[in-house]
């Protein structure tokens, strides 16, 4: 994956987090990820699989393509 699209996930991640006004803390407990995976993911830091993408576009009940 790369840099570009781990960035676009993270600003559009991040974005639906403070949407809900979330901490990154309060959404991992809630998607059951390690506490600091989030905080990863918004520094686009990691290669995010499709399931754990699925899962959180589920919580926030976007399509997956919003998050992308």
């Known amino acids: ?3 570009e699209v781990r ?5 559009n991640v991040q974005k639906q987090r ?3 006004n ?3 803390e309060e ?3 809630l998607l059951g990820f ?6 990863k993911l918004e520094k ?7 399931d754990k993408l699925d899962k959180i576009a589920k919580y926030f009940g976007v399509d ?3 998050l992308l």
């Open 1 to 3: 994956m790369s840099q």
């Open 7 to 11: 960035n676009k996930i993270a600003e």
């Open 18 to 20: 403070i949407l809900k």
């Open 22 to 24: 979330l901490k990154r």
């Open 27 to 29: 959404l991992s407990l």
């Open 34 to 39: 390690d506490n600091s995976y989030i905080s």
């Open 44 to 50: 686009g830091n990691i290669n995010i699989t499709i």
């Open 64 to 66: 997956i393509k919003e």
